[in-house]
């Protein structure tokens, strides 16, 4: 299979604060790491860890300060929006918050026609009929009655789907998800994750699913990819990383999860403290102040991403040899 | 062993203007020392409803219409205001899942708590020391005494809730969600310093929470509610080894599971209307077993086990 | 929301009055009683039953005269206000949605203008242009342009980063129509508060220009004008010359004010 997207050696900053107390925060910090086709890698890591942001510049939302966003391919981290945009309709996102969306002066369907007509310059009417369509595949049903609504008439699982039929009427080939049930009622999550796969499924679709839940990760991602303070700290196939977690922090997030470990038989890993401060992360190895088996090298050397095992990776001294 | 905390036959009720809410429906259990009892239940159970009743402190427009809450022997609900004020946050104290809600954003946090232990009637000097000895009690640099909340993170503002709960040595403190807002690892950061006090100085916890999962690994006894009725109770260990009630079932079922790769199993439907609640079992419009009895008549809790309660027909919940 | 304008005792006062004024200036040829420009009668009348506000100093019946002179007033306001409006307007959605030096640059122009004190741009615009209703026109559009600039940049900047834009530039959404059909339309409201306020100067500053002669020229009838003239024959008693062009300006500069007010009330409402 081959590679859909490729982040390689990536790195995104922002700007925060006003006027004379500007902060420069590294959201993301030299990530690279390749999507194939038609797979899903999960990204998992804590608020702060930069998952959101690398999803975003992956569809190059943001261009990153350093390195290369490459898709099927194609360079475009520096590509020209009116070059880059009939690209657009195969790179997609499906936000966390379904609630802002959508602009609350469009109706349901005038928002999912919105991208046909801008990208295939066919008119509204021959649009419609592909918009009933897509509203069917999501189970916003009666279509007719939907198409009319506005996004504030919605409940958030429905709204939710309207999103996912707008993002998914181009077809794309490569779906960006940002934690899409996270903001939604656990009982409909499981209906949003199955309408995702089955999209996934008929149109062979790769999907960078982000979350900050590992467990749902273990039971619907390939591969998954652990982040932490801006960097990738781990990755591997799901189901090494679950029965067997390598780096202190991946061992300490499998632990902290309600029966999590003990049903796995996992080694429990208690890290101190909490997540350090993006704008000023701690020397060497980023979670050495709060790792149990900190060693003296790992507060003043960042250690390198090494491969351990045929496609296992971890950033962590204790591994490298 | 006498118990801190004994709730009976409570029911608590909300006026609204589109009709009574029946919030809470006789709802019991009793607390030991240094115990923890989870009360589980999905939005709309009651549970929060009844946690706010274990300080008499139901918002309008609620009433608590029947029972008693034996805080240490005392029947809180018969206090008047000036006793209930002092036994807030000194014999039983809460903590919520928005820290915010204790802590005032204005102010510097030594300060608030400071005032919070002289309005208790500690005096300045003693109060000054306390609020230095809690905050590194529960983890916190001694220097976070001069900073703002929205200066300190998520999990960093529940360690001052817990600390400013604890401080006065209450019997029971009431935590409603207070790790539902916070990073995973923080969140057991929060629990294991919950489990920490409790050992230490014996309060008993009363957890609310909506997470299955947290209530099986951290409490001693679970209680589950729905639709504002208790529909099992039992000790941990007795619920894990045999779960009777349908909806405690589908609970559980609905947990994603690392062990089984599935995805949760959720229960169709959705929760009742308490203002126009369903006859008979309120639990009977999704329940997957419901028969005839179950629609007309309402169940009782019914001990079928040493410590375990079950209000269902099919265990033999009958009046 | 919508409905909800119409429905605000404020708007329907300022509706009225507004109307009132636009069909005084539409009609103004067949309800004068007599014609602006000529004179018709004895001049300095007090008002009597045959010249109902009385006459000026030419002789010429005041009715008439601020009747007719509810067109030039209202041909140059809204003519002003349109034209700030509109490239108020585009330059404040362009310059808030491309950002970077060229926001810088239009900013510092615009606040630039919007320093100077609005009454003496204005004068100094128009006699720069020379005297002329069309120029008068032009120079209070320049006099206004930086409030719709800022006002609509200042919106477009907050809508920028609304999730519904990234997910349209996410789309592949070109930038026109991501301004035209996803910014502009949450716009319309605060304009029209914009508009109405805008109006509302727009009538004392045009008042303040004709009453230094820099709009019209005699005879040509203008509330502003005749306030002017009005001010020399306070000492002989013709009060009526003074207060009912006053009267007039007063009025349509309220009737645009409660327009503002009664939508700016229901936006925040709504």
């Not at chain 2, 009895?293 to 169940?299: D, F, I, L, Q």
């Not at chain 3, 929301?1 to 009132?20: C, D, H, Q, R, W």
């Not at chain 3, 491309?98 to 128009?126: E, H, K, N, Q, T």
């Amino acid at each position: 299979m081959s590679t859909i997207l490729e982040l390689n050696s990536v790195v995104m900053d922002f700007e925060i604060g006003v006027f004379g107390r500007k902060k420069r925060v590294r959201a993301v910090d030299h990530v690279s790491l390749k999507i194939l086709e038609g797979e899903i890698y999960g990204l998992v890591g804590e608020s702060g860890s930069g998952k959101s942001t690398l999803g975003k510049v992956s569809l190059r939302l943001y261009k990153p300060v350093k390195g290369k966003v490459i898709y099927k391919g194609n360079d475009i981290t520096k590509m020209p929006e009116r070059t880059l945009r009939p690209l657009r309709s195969e790179m997609q996102l499906i936000p966390q918050d379904p609630y802002g969306a959508i602009n609350p002066v469009q109706t349901i369907g005038e928002a999912v026609a919105e991208p046909l007509i801008t990208h295939y310059r066919i008119d509204k009417s021959e649009a419609m009929e592909r918009v009933y369509k897509s509203l069917e595949e999501v189970g916003l049903i009666p279509v007719e009655d939907f198409v009319k609504r506005r996004p504030r008439e919605l409940s958030g699982g429905q709204l939710q789907r309207a999103v996912i039929a707008r993002t998914m009427i181009l077809r794309p080939k490569y779906v960006v998800a940002d934690e899409p049930t996270s903001n939604l009622d656990a009982s409909i999550r499981t209906s949003i994750i199955q309408l995702l796969l089955e999209f996934k499924r008929k149109h062979n679709q790769a999907i960078l699913f982000i979350t900050h839940d590992i467990v749902l990760l273990s039971l619907v991602a390939n591969r998954i990819g652990v982040m932490y303070l801006a960097q990738l700290i781990e990755e591997g196939h799901v189901e090494s990383i679950v029965k067997d977690p390598l780096h202190p922090y991946t061992k300490a997030l499998l632990s902290a999860i309600p029966l999590v470990s003990e049903e796995m038989g996992l080694e429990k890993v208690y890290l101190r403290g909490e997540i350090g401060d993006p704008a000023n992360p701690p020397r060497g190895c980023r979670l050495h102040p709060r790792c149990p088996f900190m060693l003296e090298k790992c507060s003043k050397e960042e250690p390198p991403l090494v491969e351990v095992e045929g496609s296992r990776f971890v950033k962590c001294w204790l591994y490298f040899k | 062993m006498k118990e801190v905390l004994e709730v009976s036959d409570l029911w608590i009720k909300y006026y609204t203007l589109s009709g009574v809410v029946h919030a809470v429906s006789g709802a019991s259990f009793q607390l030991g020392k240094g115990e923890m009892v989870a009360v589980v239940g999905e939005s709309g159970s009651g549970k929060s409803t009844l946690g706010y009743a274990l300080l008499n402190m139901v918002p309008k427009p609620g009433k608590i219409v029947r029972g008693q809450v034996l805080l240490d022997g005392v029947d809180i609900l018969k206090l008047g205001p000036e006793e209930l004020r002092r036994i807030r946050g000194s014999k039983v104290s809460m903590i919520f899942q928005d820290p915010f809600t204790t802590l005032d954003p204005l102010r510097k946090l030594g300060t608030q708590f400071e005032e919070f232990l002289i309005e208790h009637g500690v005096e300045r000097a003693k109060a000054r020391a306390m609020v230095k000895e809690f905050l590194v009690a529960v983890g916190l640099p001694e220097r976070a005494m001069h900073s703002y909340p929205h200066q300190l993170s998520g999990g960093q503002k529940q360690r001052v809730s817990i600390a400013m709960a604890v401080a006065l040595n209450p019997v029971v403190m009431v935590a409603d969600e207070p790790t539902t807002a916070l990073d995973v690892i923080v969140q057991r950061q929060i629990m294991d310093l919950i489990d920490d006090i409790r050992k230490r100085v014996g309060t008993s916890v009363v957890l609310i929470t909506h997470d299955l999962a947290l209530a099986l690994e951290r409490a001693d006894t679970i209680m589950v509610m729905y639709g504002g009725y208790v529909m099992e109770r039992a000790d941990k260990k007795r619920l894990l080894a045999n779960m009777i009630h349908p909806y405690t079932k589908a609970l559980f079922e609905s947990l994603p599971r690392m062990s089984q790769k599935r995805m949760p199993k959720f229960l169709p439907g959705y929760p009742p209307d308490l203002r126009n609640p369903p006859s008979g079992c309120i639990f009977h419009p999704r329940c997957a077993f419901a028969q005839e009895k179950c629609r007309s008549v309402a169940p009782v809790l019914n001990e079928i086990a040493r410590n375990h309660f079950v209000a269902c027909h099919l265990a033999g919940g009958e009046q | 929301m919508k409905l909800e304008i119409v429905k605000s005792p404020y708007f329907l006062a300022g509706l009225t009055i507004i109307s009132i004024f636009i069909l005084m200036a539409l009609l103004a040829d067949v309800i004068s009683p007599y014609s602006p420009v000529e004179g018709v009668g004895p001049p300095l009348q007090p008002p009597s039953p045959r010249y109902l506000v009385g006459t000026d100093n030419l002789g010429r019946d005041m009715l008439s005269r601020i009747i007719h002179g509810s067109r030039i007033m209202l041909t140059i306001v809204m003519i002003a206000v349109c034209l700030s409006g509109m490239v108020g307007t585009i330059i404040g959605l362009i310059s808030g949605y491309v950002g970077g030096v060229l926001d810088r640059i239009l900013s510092f122009v615009m606040d630039s203008i919007y320093a100077f004190p609005p009454l003496i741009l204005a004068i100094a615009l128009s006699v720069a242009l020379g005297p002329s209703p069309l120029n008068a026109a032009i120079a209070i559009a320049v006099v206004y342009i930086p409030t719709y600039f800022r006002m609509v940049r200042g919106q477009v900047l907050s809508i920028k980063n609304e999730l519904f834009i990234e997910m349209a530039r996410a789309l592949g959404i070109p930038s026109t129509r991501i301004v035209l059909r996803h910014i502009l339309p949450h716009l319309t409201q605060t304009l029209m508060v914009v508009f109405s306020m805008n109006s509302a100067d727009a009538i004392l500053t045009e008042a303040a220009l004709s009453f230094m002669g820099l709009t019209v020229q005699p005879p040509t009838p203008d509330w502003g004008f005749d306030l002017y003239k009005g001010r020399g024959f306070i000492l002989a008693g013709a009060w009526w010359m003074l207060v009912f062009p006053g009267i007039m300006i007063t009025l349509l500069a309220l009737g645009f004010a409660l327009i503002s007010e009664g939508v700016s009330k229901s936006a925040s409402r709504g």
